[in-house]
């Protein structure tokens, strides 16, 4: 059998997922700067980002430094809540790597 153009780029791109995709989940782990940066650049103009950091927060979305005080905001939920997003917040398809970094930062505000 001799195998058209087609289907060689196809095995091509198969083998080229095969290779890339655990360098990929080790690359995903997380990245606090990148976390703090996404933060302030797509949260903070509804959520306190930081202490005293914030375009315009509303009362009713959390202030980041509490919920990574408050037990209740485990790195299970806050995962669930940006991998499918609920409105009032806006659908920012975040990916793994970003939604890794928003954790890791919230969770770093944590001054306990
Ligand atoms: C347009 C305003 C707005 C923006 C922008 C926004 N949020 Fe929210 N967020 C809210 C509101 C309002 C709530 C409270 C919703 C509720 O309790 O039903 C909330 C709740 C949350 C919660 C709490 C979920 C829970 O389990 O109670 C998390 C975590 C969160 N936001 C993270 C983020 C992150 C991270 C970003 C930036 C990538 C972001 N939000 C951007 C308005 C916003």
């Known amino acids: 059998m001799r195998s058209n153009p087609v289907e060689l780029s196809l095995a091509v791109a198969i083998a080229a997922l095969l ?17 703090r940066a996404l933060a ?5 103009s509804c959520h306190m980002v930081a202490p005293g950091v914030a375009a315009s927060t509303t009362d009713a979305a959390p202030p980041f430094p509490r919920m990574a005080e408050d037990p209740a905001y485990t790195e299970e939920r806050l995962r669930s809540w940006l ?25 770093s505000l944590n001054s306990n």
């Open 19 to 35: 290779v890339l995709a655990p360098l990929r989940a080790a690359a995903a782990a997380s990245d606090l700067e990148e976390g």
């Open 40 to 44: 302030k650049e797509w949260c903070s």
């Open 83 to 107: 991998w499918a997003p609920h409105p009032p917040m806006p659908d920012f398809d975040l990916s793994r790597f970003e939604i890794e970094s928003l954790i890791a930062y919230i969770k």
